[in-house]
């Protein structure tokens, strides 16, 4: 199975901030962003979350610079193939077909995944 990170809200809401600054940010910076969105975090509050992201190897500390270890499209990517795997025995075909029993699609964007799948 491919790994699957569980991430709480919170720390969520570290990697999309980490990840709309770009290279790395300072802890400082970090928390400097999160008061500015309305966020009550003490600075301790912040470094629990970065514990955690680090210990599950999604962030990396270094001379308190903060920085992702995927980008935001490789982090959903991995995500995405493990839930599949876990949910629809690893067939993208079975994943298709349970969304498209659910959800309607329209003939744009079926056209465009049949282009997706043309081109892989």
Excluded: H, P
């Excluded at 969520?12 to 400097?32: F, I, M, R």
């Excluded at 979350?49 to 990396?60: S, V």
Aim: aromatic content about 8%; hydrophobic content about 40%.
């Amino acid at each position: 199975m491919k790994k699957v990170f569980d991430v709480s809200e919170a720390e969520q809401q570290v990697l999309e901030k980490l990840w709309e600054q770009g290279d790395g940010v300072k802890q400082s910076q970090l928390l400097a962003l999160f008061e500015e969105d309305g966020k009550g975090w003490k600075r301790q509050t912040l470094n629990t979350f970065l514990a955690r992201l680090e210990e599950k190897g999604l962030i990396t500390r270094d001379n308190r610079i903060v920085r992702t270890v995927y980008s935001r499209e490789e982090f959903n990517c991995m995500q995405m193939e493990a839930a599949i795997d876990d949910m629809y025995e690893g067939r993208l075909s079975k994943f298709v077909a349970a969304f498209v029993r659910k959800n309607t699609i329209n003939e744009n964007e079926a056209k465009e995944l049949i282009k997706i799948l043309e081109d892989n």
